[in-house]
């Protein structure tokens, strides 16, 4: 069973930052690639940050040089960097893990990131 538990949101001020966590229940080894997507309310979620098992991460043109995402296999984890944060990144942020073999996405419950003054 794959389990994705985030943590770290929070409300902050623009121009702050915040880190958010992912733990997950298995090894992330096993995964294609680790992921960040969010979703604000009213628009469909998207994705933040991808980091693939090889290669360079991916971001979205929207938080390119702000945002961050990182790996600690030997805890398990995945983080969100977040720097310089703007109102409009104010979404529920969700961690994701892709298998390319057998097709599947696993998704955390989500963590609230809220930037406002």
């Known amino acids: 069973q794959v389990r994705l538990v985030e943590s770290g949101g929070d409300l902050v001020q623009p ?10 229940s298995v090894t992330i080894f ?9 979703q604000a309310p009213g628009k469909q979620r998207e ?13 979205a043109d929207s938080v ?6 990182s790996r600690d296999n030997t805890k398990n984890s995945v ?6 944060l703007k109102p409009e990144d ?9 298998k390319n073999a ?9 963590t609230q990131v809220t930037v406002s003054s």
């Open 30 to 38: 096993n995964f294609n690639s680790m992921a960040w997507y969010r």
């Open 90 to 98: 104010t979404a529920i942020y969700y961690c994701n893990a892709h």
């Open 64 to 69: 390119k040089g702000r945002f961050t995402i």
């Open 15 to 24: 121009g702050g930052s915040l880190r958010l966590s992912c733990a997950a």
């Open 79 to 84: 983080y969100l960097q977040m720097n310089s």
């Open 102 to 110: 057998p097709l599947n996405d696993y998704w955390g419950q989500g």
């Open 47 to 59: 994705p933040v940050a991808i980091l693939p098992n090889t290669g360079s991460s991916i971001y």
